[in-house]
């Protein structure tokens, strides 16, 4: 018997709902940061690491702001200029400097490791400082994710010491402000509008080291203006959007950068497709330690909801 019209077929419903909440916009923003932890290694190879920050913003928000000029998007209100102000130094100018200093001297497990510890961070300055809930179920669930982790990459004897982690550490501290910053102005902006306008910012605070990076570009060869436009495109432009929108869905920060812990295991099944690496038994035991990790959180999250929820959740 044919379906009438204004019925939807079974499984229609519950795919919609999913694609109305944070989590795929969350997905997209760690798929793209995944790939940055080797496309930045590669850059590296040419670019200094402050003219890669710039380079990787100025054009980031080239395009973000090409698309808000086409979609009609307001400029920001004078009262929040300080607060995009404080994302652009916290999520770009400080993030990006730490980060591609660190990634120098680390290996990209490691520095999926410390980068790792933002969502951890980020929950406590929620509770801190903006009164955020997070509940004991869902601590546990931090801890899990991150035993995760330290399994996938202590196993793989891929740990560094060394001083590139002083700079991540300071990486995963600053993007943990970010995270802050960004749920305080999605309530009052779009996904698009935060992240054109952080960026943008972060661009014009990088800008300082405009002459020597527009030298290296120009001397730059074509598999290294490859490397830039992958970190630029999809891993600031489309990143960033991604992320602000799923903090724009959420009513709590801890949530969206709970998925970050996703980084390691996604950057290994990366490997695994780009590369042909085939994926070990580290990469088995502890991805499916991060993703039940993941499930527990989201099933602490809604205890905490009680039993009324909404379409944003």
Same mark, same amino acid.
């Given at each position: 018997m044919p379906l009438s019209a204004g019925c939807?077929?079974?499984?229609?419903?519950? +795919?919609?709902?999913?694609?109305?909440?944070?989590?795929?916009?969350?997905?997209?923003?760690?798929?793209?940061?995944? /790939?940055?932890?080797?496309f930045t290694r590669l850059a590296l190879g040419h670019f200094?690491?402050?003219?890669?920050?710039?380079? =990787?913003?100025?054009?980031?928000?080239?395009?973000?702001?090409?698309?808000?000029?086409?979609?009609?998007?307001? /400029?920001?209100? =004078?009262?929040? +200029?300080?607060?995009?102000?404080?994302?652009?130094?916290?999520?770009f100018f400080l993030y990006l400097w730490a980060f591609n200093q660190g990634i120098?001297?680390?290996?990209?497990?490691?520095?999926?490791?410390?980068?790792?510890?933002?969502?951890?961070?980020?929950?406590? /300055?929620?509770?801190?400082?903006? &009164?955020?809930?997070?509940?004991?179920?869902?601590? @546990? @669930?931090?801890?899990?994710?991150?035993a995760g982790i330290l399994i996938l990459s202590l196993m793989k004897g891929a740990f560094s010491v060394n001083r590139g982690i002083l700079w991540l550490l300071l990486a995963a501290l600053v993007l943990s402000v970010y995270n802050l910053v960004q749920k305080g102005l999605t309530g009052r902006y779009s996904g698009l509008q935060t992240a054109t306008f952080s960026i943008t910012a972060g661009a014009a605070m990088l800008a300082v080291f405009a002459p020597r990076a527009f030298r290296e570009l120009a001397a730059a060869p074509p598999a290294q203006l490859f490397n830039l436009a992958m970190l630029s495109v999809f891993s600031s432009a489309i990143a960033y959007v991604a992320w602000s929108k799923a903090f724009e869905k959420t009513r709590d920060t801890a949530s969206v950068s709970n998925y970050m812990f996703l980084t390691p295991l996604i950057?290994? /099944?990366? &490997?695994?497709?780009?590369?042909?690496e085939r994926p070990d038994g580290a990469t088995l035991i502890g991805g499916a330690v991060i993703l039940s990790g993941l499930a527990l959180f989201n099933l602490g999250k809604r205890q905490n909801i009680g039993p009324i929820q909404t379409e944003e959740e």
């Open positions: 939807a077929p079974f499984g229609e419903v519950p +795919v919609l709902k999913i694609l109305r909440t944070y989590h795929p916009y969350a997905f997209t923003a760690i798929f793209c940061w995944s /790939l940055a932890y080797v200094s690491p402050l003219s890669l920050g710039f380079l =990787r913003c100025a054009i980031a928000s080239f395009i973000l702001g090409a698309v808000g000029f086409r979609t009609g998007m307001k /400029l920001p209100r =004078r009262e929040d +200029v300080k607060y995009f102000a404080a994302a652009g130094a916290s999520g120098l001297t680390v290996t990209s497990a490691t520095s999926s490791i410390i980068i790792s510890s933002a969502p951890v961070i980020t929950a406590l /300055l929620a509770v801190l400082f903006l &009164g955020e809930r997070v509940g004991k179920l869902q601590w @546990a @669930a931090i801890a899990v994710e991150f950057s290994s /099944l990366l &490997g695994f497709l780009l590369a042909g």
